[in-house]
Structures are given as C-alpha cells and as structure tokens.
C-alpha cells in the first residue's frame, strides 16, 4: 500500500480520495478549504500541501486550472517532495503546461504524469473514473494500481501532455453532445411531445449518448442528475468552458476543424458571461427551453 499526499479536495477529489482510503492506502489530503478536507474520514487532514506532500511516495493534485496547478508543483510540490516519489497530476489543464511540468519535474529528479479524468462527480464517488495517462511507461505501470482503486479505465495515451489532449477532444465531444440533447428537449416541448417519450425512445436508438441516458439536462427525466438539483454541479459550466478554450486554442495550432466545437464554446462563453460559471453544465438548457 502507498502512502499519499492528495492536494485539490473538491467535487471530483473528495471521491477519489475517499476510494484511495477504501483501498487501503494511507492518505494525507490538504484543501485551501480545509472542511473540504475534513469530509475525507480515515485520511489525515494535513495542515499544509507541504505536510501532505513530505513522506508521500505518490503526490496525486484535483486542482481547478492549468496556473494553480503549475503554481502548486513549483512552490510545494517540487521543494517539499521526498526523493523517489511519483506525481500524477489528475487536474484538466492545457499540453503545454503539462508538458513543461513533467519537465521540470524531471530536472528535480521526479516522474510525473497527467492523468485527467472523466466521469463526472458521480464517477469519482463510485470509483469509475476514466483515466487518461500522459508520461513515461515506468511512470504509468507506478500508477497504475492507484488509478486503478478510483477508476475503471485507465489508459495510457502517449508521452507527457498526451492524457491531457485526449481529454480535451473527449470534453469537446461531450459539449457538443450536451448541447444536441438540450435541444432536442427544447424541440421536443415546443412541439408538445412527452419529454419522457424521447428519451425511452433515444436511449434506445440512434441520438444515444452519456448526456442523455447517463447526465440527463432534463428535470424528472432519466436517472436523478444535475438537473434534478436545480443544476448544482456535478461539472460547473465554468469548467467546461475552461475546457473547450483550451481545445479551441488547440485546434487554432493544429489547424484542426472544429466548427461545433467553437458553436460550443460560443454557448458556454455565453453562460459564463451571463454570471452562470457555477451552474452545472447541463444547464445549458435553460436558455434553450426559456426557462430559468
Ligand atoms: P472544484 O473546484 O470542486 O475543486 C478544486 C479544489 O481545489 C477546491 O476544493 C479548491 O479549494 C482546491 N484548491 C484550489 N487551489 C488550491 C491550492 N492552491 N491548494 C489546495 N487546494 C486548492 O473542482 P472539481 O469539479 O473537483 O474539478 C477539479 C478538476 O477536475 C478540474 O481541473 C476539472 O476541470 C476536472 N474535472 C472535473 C469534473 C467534474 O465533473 N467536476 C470532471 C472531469 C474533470
């Protein structure tokens, strides 16, 4: 069993570090908001990221962006780190920083990986997170069983910044899909049909997707989601948005065509701006059925 230092306990943390628990490793959590931290039981509540990082042989980070992330390894994470340990960085950011952490990383004589994640909140509550692995192969076989006590899935996508772009293409996908199961709601009720209808049809044909039979945005319809709880995360609009900028900003230096993509970060720019970055992401339907 590995003894780990866990820095990021929020929505998506509390759960993977609550599974890490359950599977025997000893973990130290730290959270800005140390109630955040309180809520994990059988892990020890450290007093700072350093506390949590000294003695750690893993050093897992759930941390909301790209800055913070690269802010955490450089003041904490790196200076403080026993020599041997492994860092999995699980936060969503951008390649580039990814890349350029693994590398300083490297030059202090640590392996690092990025390891984002999908499967929403209710995902890390459950211990069936993807996993998907950015770094050297050492690396990931070091990692694995970790990944594995939080996740179902756990791929390894390439060198460092790998895990990283794949999430960014999957996020995009998603948005995208969010957007066409919200209007198809929309659509639905302007024409008087039974949203109930739609979705015991779709679920079963063609329009399937996670959005819909998984993350329904539709109150009352599908398994208890979001949108049962007046749109209280689970995924925050703002982070989404958060993630389709950074696949924007990859597409514009690919060259890559994503004109639904951009149709998706428009709309989620749109929410955000409206003051709507801590509603859940499936909120997007609001707009589109004229409610609030
Ligand atoms: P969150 O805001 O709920 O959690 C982030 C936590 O980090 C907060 O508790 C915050 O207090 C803490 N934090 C911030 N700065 C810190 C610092 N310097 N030191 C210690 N703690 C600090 O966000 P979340 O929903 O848990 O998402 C975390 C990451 O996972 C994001 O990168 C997000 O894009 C990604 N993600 C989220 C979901 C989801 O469904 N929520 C799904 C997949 C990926």
């Avoid at 130290?28 to 809520?39: H, Q, S």
């Avoid at 990082?53 to 003041?75: E, H, Q, T």
């Avoid at 390439?158 to 209007?183: H, P, R, T, W």
Wanted: hydrophobic letters at 45%.
């Amino acid at each position: 069993m590995a003894t780990i230092g866990f820095i990021g306990i929020g929505n998506m943390g509390a759960g993977m570090a609550r599974n890490l628990v359950r599977a025997g490793h000893e973990v130290a959590v730290f959270d800005l908001d140390t109630e955040k931290a309180r809520g994990i039981e059988g892990a020890t509540v450290a007093a700072s990221g350093e506390d949590a990082v000294k003695g750690a042989d893993i050093v897992l980070s759930m941390l909301p962006a790209g800055p913070i992330v690269a802010s955490v390894y450089r003041k904490t994470i790196f200076p403080n780190a026993e020599s041997g340990a492994l860092f999995i960085d699980c936060s969503t950011i951008d390649v580039a920083t990814a890349r350029i952490l693994a590398e300083e990383a490297q030059g202090h004589g640590f392996a690092m990986l990025d390891a984002p994640v999908s499967g929403g909140v209710a995902g890390a509550d459950a211990g069936t997170l993807a996993f998907m692995v950015g770094g050297s192969g050492d690396g990931f076989a070091r990692a694995e069983p970790i990944l594995d006590a939080m996740g179902a899935k756990v791929v390894h996508c390439g060198d460092a910044g790998a895990g990283q772009g794949i999430k960014i293409c999957n996020n995009m996908m998603l948005a995208i899909q969010m957007i066409s199961v919200a209007e198809g709601f929309a659509l639905a009720e302007k024409l008087g049909l039974d949203p109930q209808k739609l979705f015991d049809v779709s679920s079963a044909a063609s329009g399937q997707c996670w959005s819909l039979t998984t993350y329904s945005p539709m109150p009352g319809v599908g398994p208890t989601t979001s949108a049962d709880n007046d749109y209280k995360p689970g995924f925050a609009a703002g982070l989404m948005h958060k993630d389709l900028g950074l696949a924007m900003e990859a597409a514009q230096a690919s060259g890559a065509d994503v004109a639904f993509g951009r149709a998706a970060f428009d709309a989620y720019d749109a929410m955000v701006e409206a003051g709507e970055a801590g509603v859940d992401f499936s909120g997007i339907i609001r707009g589109k059925r004229g409610v609030a």
